[in-house]
């Protein structure tokens, strides 16, 4: 068996992304593209873009 104590981390895509911050799919496409897998990267750049 498996020991899953930890949440999954959430999937990161564009329109998730677009929706939560209010942005464009287009801006949070290019965030995506620029940071890749790094959540943490990507929500800070979309809360500037929000801004």
Same mark, same amino acid.
């Given at each position: 068996?498996? +020991?899953? #104590?930890?949440?999954? $981390?959430?999937?990161? %895509? ?5 929706? !939560? ?5 287009? +801006?949070? #496409?290019?965030?995506? $593209?620029?940071?890749? %897998? ?5 929500? !800070? ?7």
């Amino acid at each position: 068996m498996t +020991d899953n #104590k930890g949440a999954k $981390a959430p999937v990161l %895509d564009a329109i998730t992304v677009a929706k !939560k911050y209010r942005i464009s799919t287009e +801006d949070a #496409k290019a965030i995506l $593209a620029e940071h890749g %897998d790094d959540a943490k990267a990507v929500h !800070k750049a979309a809360r500037r873009i929000a801004s």
